[in-house]
């Protein structure tokens, strides 16, 4: 589905800050199929992936050390704003909003559970401009040890209504929306999770194929946190990249029909 523009408070945008861009590129292209190009030195090394020719996902060098990492950003009308309501809130403002050229203006911020989150307003820049197709962003999902912090933290700060659901895992499934239209998730970490592990938000990719590009994960030098399994929502499997970041692919028709 391509798009244009983002409602205030929908996960807009994702990147991925890696010690090699190039190699980045060259795992992402061969697992998704992206075109990345090496990154332009005005922006810092950063670069977008393409599909299609439309920006799916940005790949920029890291900027601590650690393990590389999948970030989700949201867009807002005012990124100044919503930092106030971060730190009104319990949150903590990590990068303060800031222009980054005329494409848009950021900033980074810890829930008070630990999970860094960025934000977006869009200049030039607007996002995805494709989502929930082969390849591309289909979910961004929460998993926190403080499932009810969670949700009076995320209402507050970007004015989120959410539908919780027994079943599931451990804990039962949050569904977030805005405007009543469901656009991310939030699951209470899993009892099995290394205590050490923060909280954090995950990214799902959309795959027609979640064996086949496991395996092919696999080949390029990844790995796996969580082998391919059948849910209600469709078949999906975590996947850890060379350089340490964690991400999951879904083929949302994926599951057999009884």
Not at 20 to 45: C, I, M, N, R
Not at 120 to 131: D, N
Not at 167 to 195: C, D, F, L, N, S
Not at 204 to 224: I, R
């Amino acid at each position: 589905m391509e798009v244009e523009s983002y409602e205030h408070g929908v996960p807009s945008w994702v990147d991925h800050s890696s010690p090699d861009p190039l190699k980045a590129g060259a795992f992402y292209s061969g697992v998704f199929g992206w075109d990345v190009k090496e990154g332009d030195p005005e922006f810092g090394g950063y670069t977008m992936a393409t599909k299609g020719g439309r920006n799916v996902a940005g790949i920029g060098p890291q900027q601590a050390p650690g393990p590389s990492y999948w970030a989700t950003y949201v867009n807002v009308d005012s990124a100044d704003d919503v930092a106030e309501k971060v730190r009104a809130s319990g949150g903590t403002v990590i990068v303060e909003p800031m222009d980054v050229m005329e494409e848009g203006r950021m900033a980074v911020f810890a829930d008070p559970a630990g999970a860094m989150i960025g934000i977006w307003q869009p200049g030039r820049m607007k996002g995805a401009g494709v989502v929930n197709e082969e390849g591309t962003l289909g979910w961004n999902e929460l998993v926190t040890s403080d499932v009810e912090g969670s949700k009076a933290f995320y209402a507050a700060v970007f004015g989120w209504d959410h539908t919780s659901h027994e079943g599931g895992p451990p804990g039962g499934y949050t569904e977030w929306k805005v405007g009543g239209r469901t656009m991310g998730g939030m699951m209470a970490k899993p009892p099995g999770m290394p205590a050490e592990v923060p909280s954090y938000w995950g990214v799902y990719f959309v795959v027609s194929d979640v064996d086949a590009t496991v395996d092919k994960a696999k080949e390029l030098g990844g790995g796996v946190f969580l082998p391919a399994f059948d849910s209600p929502q469709g078949r999906l499997a975590g996947i850890v990249d060379p350089f340490g970041a964690m991400f999951s692919v879904i083929n949302p028709t994926g599951v057999p029909q009884q």
